[in-house]
Antibody, heavy 113, light 112 residues
Framework: QVQLQQSGAELVKPGSSVKMSCKASGYTFTSYYIYWIKQRPGQGLEWIGRIGPGSGDTNYNEKFKGKATFTVDKSSSTAYMQLSSLTPEDTAVYYC??????WGQGVMVTVSS | DVVMTQTPVSLSVSLGGQTSISCRSSQSLVHSDGNTYLYWYLQKPGQSPQLLIYKVSNRFSGVPDRFSGSGSGTDFTLKISRVEPEDLGVYYCYQGTHYPPTFGGGTKLELK
């Protein structure tokens, strides 16, 4: 079955960066986009962008350009998202998803000094 | 960006009852390819969102027929009949027609 296993929670300092992973299994990794979505505590959902694992093509929500960077490792069927110049407003759960259907369990990122 | 407006923000429903959630978009969600990329998700407490309905009215695999989606253009509805305890949580609509994709603000379904 399709599974997306995300890395563990992160506590990071303002101004730093964090890189999280999303390991896919149960399907052909290169055949579907990986989406990244942000959910601030107690709030709604924001689409950050997507990456095509086969081509490496990326599309970013304008709001997150310069903040998020997507990469993939096809050999391990893993997608990554790096967030840079972190501020408290980046404190959120970050989900990866296989396009609109299958979601990972989320990574809680807390930005605090 | 396309604004997705969900109403109501919260709902109280009795077990076994019926309810509906509205989702309105600031632009038509009909894509140039003829499809309407309107989706519904349920986020149960402490869990990731799970897909219920895709392209307005298609139930995803394993979703009970108690859930139904309808609508067109800018106006969409999710109906839930015979509400069960596992239906409680926050419902989100999502549009994938226009870039960037956007979500509604959510509707919290609670027990009366």
């Amino acid at each position: 079955q399709v599974q997306l296993q995300q890395s563990g929670a992160e506590l990071v300092k303002p101004g730093s960066s964090v890189k999280m992973s999303c390991k896919a299994s149960g399907y052909t990794f290169t055949s579907y986009y990986i989406y990244w979505i942000k959910q601030r505590p107690g709030q709604g959902l924001e689409w950050i962008g997507r990456i095509g694992p086969g081509s490496g093509d990326t599309n970013y929500n304008e709001k997150f350009k310069g903040k998020a960077t997507f990469t993939v490792d096809k050999s391990s069927s893993t997608a990554y998202m790096q967030l840079s110049s972190l501020t408290p407003e980046d404190t959120a759960v970050y989900y990866c998803a296989r396009e609109r259907v299958y979601w990972g369990q989320g990574v809680m990122v807390t930005v605090s000094s | 960006d396309v604004v997705m407006t969900q109403t109501p923000v919260s709902l109280s429903v009795s077990l076994g009852g019926q309810t509906s959630i509205s989702c309105r978009s600031s632009q038509s969600l009909v894509h140039s390819d003829g499809n309407t990329y309107l989706y519904w998700y349920l986020q149960k407490p402490g869990q990731s969102p799970q897909l219920l309905i895709y392209k307005v009215s298609n139930r995803f695999s394993g979703v009970p027929d108690r859930f139904s989606g309808s609508g067109s253009g800018t106006d969409f509805t999710l109906k839930i009949s015979r509400v069960e305890p596992e239906d409680l949580g926050v419902y989100y609509c999502y549009q994938g027609t226009h870039y960037p994709p956007t979500f509604g603000g959510g509707t919290k379904l609670e027990l009366k």
